[in-house]
């Protein structure tokens, strides 16, 4: 059966050698449609145009113009490909408009050592069913984020004070993660659940859509099945912008995706 992310993110080919797509409306989030969302279908064309090089290993976007459910085009160009690792550029537009253009590094995954050596501390979280569902969010914000009805998130308690207008105030979010029907996430999904979680600045007492400016990702292995771990954070609210550093650990305890973006600070 084929999942709900993999439907959402179908491609066509286009008669100009490109790629069309029709953004899901279930993946609206604020002002727009999801970035992590975009990213993963803009990755799903770059595996298409490097086949024998499937996973992405890095992945840099810059988010043009707010994108909107309906049609899209997708174009990719081969910079180099080598035996190991291809590079591609690709943008992603509507009617006419630019919005994402991105650089992308790909590689063989399954075909990489699979053990990951990091300094980084694994997300300590309370066991699944002490955390809260996202699903529990007010209605109100449901109706402004489809996006949450995507997958099953539950949010440490300890990270979740803003939910009641209590924030920590130490610009630390994490949360368990899947997606909704029960599908495993692959590589090309971790794009998404990089940008998945609610904007860090919520646990600052700034609620509010936060846009993306630029995403950049790395995927370090092929996730084991089962829940995923994913931890964001933030140090600097400077300018009207912030920075979100996101780790992802997958069930096995590994460390399999990285990211840090650049955002504009909820205007509330």
């Not at 610009?171 to 599908?183: E, K, M, V």
């Not at 099945?225 to 912030?242: D, E, Q």
């Not at 992802?248 to 399999?256: F, K, N, T």
Request: hydrophobic share 40%; with cysteine; charged share 20%.
């Amino acid at each position: 059966m084929t999942s709900e992310w993999d439907s959402h993110t179908a491609l066509a080919a286009a008669s100009d050698g490109g790629y069309v797509a029709d953004l899901d409306a279930g993946w609206v989030v604020g002002g727009g449609v999801n970035g992590g969302y975009l990213i993963g279908l803009i990755g799903k064309a770059v595996a298409d145009t490097v086949p024998a090089k499937p996973h992405p290993l890095s992945v840099s976007a810059y988010y043009l113009s707010a994108s909107v459910p309906g049609p899209a085009q997708v174009r990719t160009r081969v910079l180099r490909e080598g035996g190991t690792v291809a590079t591609v550029a690709a943008d992603l537009s509507q009617a006419g408009v630019a919005r994402i253009s991105a650089l992308a590094t790909y590689g063989d995954l399954s075909a990489m050592p699979a053990d990951v050596h990091t300094t980084a501390v694994e997300p300590d979280l309370p066991p699944v069913e002490d955390c809260l569902p996202s699903s529990m969010a007010p209605e109100d914000f449901l109706r402004i984020a489809p996006l949450l009805g995507r997958f099953d998130m539950r949010l440490d308690p300890a990270c979740a004070g803003w939910a009641t207008g209590t924030p920590s105030g130490r610009g630390h979010i994490q949360a368990w993660f899947r997606l909704a029907d029960g599908h495993d996430v692959d590589p090309l999904g971790l794009l998404m659940v990089c940008d998945a979680l609610p904007p860090v600045t919520f646990d600052l007492g700034r609620p509010g859509w936060a846009p993306t400016l630029e995403l950049t990702v790395h995927v370090r292995a092929v996730p084991a099945p089962g829940w995923l771990k994913v931890s964001h954070r933030t140090r600097n609210v400077a300018g009207g912008m912030f920075e979100e550093d996101c780790e992802v650990w997958d069930s096995s305890g590994r460390l399999v995706a990285q990211s840090r973006q650049l955002a504009m600070q909820p205007r509330g």
